[in-house]
């Protein structure tokens, strides 16, 4: 990437911008193919999220992702550009794409501020391939035509376009100046929406209603059929999912019903995918997968599951009674041993405790192990994301036997549920999550899902309980 010493708000006019795409259009033409432009500006205090939902179109992708407790957000729409892939090199794909895009970005401005920069907002299923008619591919990246993130008390606003060898100067000045202007002071439409979408989609506070729920599958007979595998011998550990069909009064706003997601579950990834064509794959993950910061890997074995208590007496007697629950202590050591061996063959120094913690949530506590490590000069975030995916906290122990198994069992695609989402800047910074604790949202459609890991011990009853749970915080923010 090819940073220029050029800060665009000093001496900030459309001829200044017009003169500076001029030369990108001159570097486009030397290349004999477009280049990227970046451009990254400190602006006033922004909320990514409601930035996204003032100016929200179905028909516009998009991705978001917060974590509230950490005061970091950030929001993308639109498509500068973008690259799909399937099969078992589409994490290796996906890389050389961003390799590639960034060989020929031209970026300036505010480009080292936290978010600053082009960011490579990224999806990947959780098979290496999907079935026919499912709304996300195996695997996607796009660069937002604008990004918007907020790190603390800073706000940076991205602005991403290509310019060809054959550009319109006028119409792309035009078109930059114009968002230059919007983010510099933006002002929140609140329910006057882009292209009057207000009228047309709901929120939960809005009385959306459920007109019906249906049960995907009969998940109880599965975990028993599961069980009956294990015994065998076949695999030790399968994660088995439950999935709801909703169905609303009306059509679903899905970042209505994910700012509600936020505000209970402010120590999770909050998080919206959009595909462009009318379908939004929103959750509450409490699942880190990857994150790389500063040549510092960073991931964690989350498994086992209690509930809160109604009181701290019971919440820290359910707590004690998960610490020493041999069932769940084994799931949980499963996911850590299998991190341990994924990452071996990447020469990564791992450093995690003996003994897993507590990971209290608002509804729910896991067992919970943070593991670290510094990165090896050519090792990268995809590197690292490609042998940790999936993980046997969404999979299932060894990994070669039960994820072929899980798609049997359940009975319906998974598509992002349990897949890898996140992002990744022009530094090889990123941070991936878990999609977990999700919703598939179309129109006045959802699709929930849950699921639990199952061992040998594990009973359908209690599985299915677990997974009532976990549908829970879903349900009450579709409902309202």
Same mark, same amino acid.
């Given at each position: 990437?090819?940073?220029?010493p ?73 498509v ?10 589409r ?56 990004q918007?993130?907020?790190a ?45 979408s ?9 009385? @959306? *209603?459920? /007109?019906?729920?249906? $049960?995907?599958?009969?998940?109880? =007979? +599965?975990?028993?059929? &599961? #069980?009956? %595998? ?29 700012n ?28 880190r ?13 989350? @498994? *086992?599951? /209690?509930?809160?208590? $109604?009181?701290?007496?019971?919440? =820290? +007697?359910?707590?004690? &009674? #998960?610490? %020493?629950?041999?069932?769940?202590l ?33 509804n ?36 070669? /036997? ?21 992002w ?21 459609r ?35």
């Amino acid at each position: 990437m090819t940073i220029l010493p050029i800060n665009p708000a000093e001496n900030a006019s459309p001829d200044a911008l017009r003169a500076f795409l001029a030369q990108c259009r001159d570097a486009a033409r030397r290349d004999g193919r477009a280049r990227l432009v970046s451009i990254s500006l400190a602006v006033e205090a922004l909320d990514p999220l409601a930035v996204l939902e003032s100016i929200f179109e179905p028909g516009e992708p998009h991705f978001y992702t917060e974590r509230p407790g950490a005061e970091s957000a950030i929001a993308g729409a639109e498509v500068a550009l973008a690259c799909t892939a399937h099969g078992p090199d589409r994490f290796a794909a996906i890389q050389r794409f961003i390799d590639d895009t960034l060989e020929h970005t031209i970026a300036v401005g505010d480009v080292s501020a936290p978010f600053g920069g082009p960011h490579f907002f990224t999806t990947f299923a959780f098979l290496d391939e999907v079935e026919s008619g499912e709304p996300f591919p195996a695997a996607h990246a796009f660069v937002p035509r604008w990004q918007v993130a907020r790190a603390g008390v800073t706000t940076t606003a991205v602005a991403n376009l290509l310019v060809a060898p054959d550009a319109d100067l006028a119409a792309l000045t035009e078109r930059v100046w114009r968002a230059h202007a919007k983010f510099s002071k933006f002002e929140y439409e609140g329910d006057t929406m882009s292209g009057g979408s207000a009228e047309k989609l709901r929120g939960p506070a809005e009385g @959306a *209603g459920m /007109a019906a729920v249906r $049960e995907v599958g009969d998940y109880r =007979a +599965a975990v028993i059929r &599961a #069980l009956g %595998r294990i015994q065998a011998g076949e695999f030790q550990k399968i994660v088995l999912a439950r999935a709801l069909d909703l169905t609303a009064a009306g059509p679903l706003h899905p970042l209505r019903v994910l700012n509600g997601l936020r505000q209970r579950f402010p120590d999770c990834y909050a998080f919206s995918a959009a595909n462009g064509s009318g379908h939004s794959f929103i959750g509450a993950s409490p699942e880190r997968l990857v994150r790389v910061s500063q040549g510092v890997l960073e991931t964690e074995a989350l @498994a *086992g599951s /209690a509930r809160r208590g $109604e009181g701290a007496s019971e919440d =820290a +007697a359910l707590a004690a &009674a #998960l610490l %020493r629950s041999e069932k769940d202590l084994r799931e949980q050591r499963h996911v850590l041993d299998s991190i341990v061996r994924r990452l071996a063959p990447l020469g990564l120094a791992l450093e995690f405790a003996t003994t897993p913690a507590l990971r209290r949530l608002a509804n729910v506590q896991h067992l919970h192990t943070p593991v670290r490590a510094v990165l090896p000069d050519g090792v990268r975030l995809l590197d690292a994301l490609a042998r940790l995916h999936p993980t046997p906290a969404v999979g299932g122990t060894p990994r070669e /036997a039960a994820v072929p198994a899980i798609r049997e069992l359940e009975n319906f695609p998974r598509g992002l549920y349990a897949g890898a989402l996140g992002w990744i800047n022009a530094r090889g910074g990123g941070e991936f999550f878990v999609g977990i604790r999700s919703a598939l949202v179309e129109g006045a459609r959802a699709r929930i899902y849950a699921g639990a890991g199952i061992v040998a011990g594990s009973e359908p009853e209690k599985e299915f309980a677990e997974t009532e749970l976990k549908f829970r915080a879903l349900q009450d923010a579709l409902l309202g």
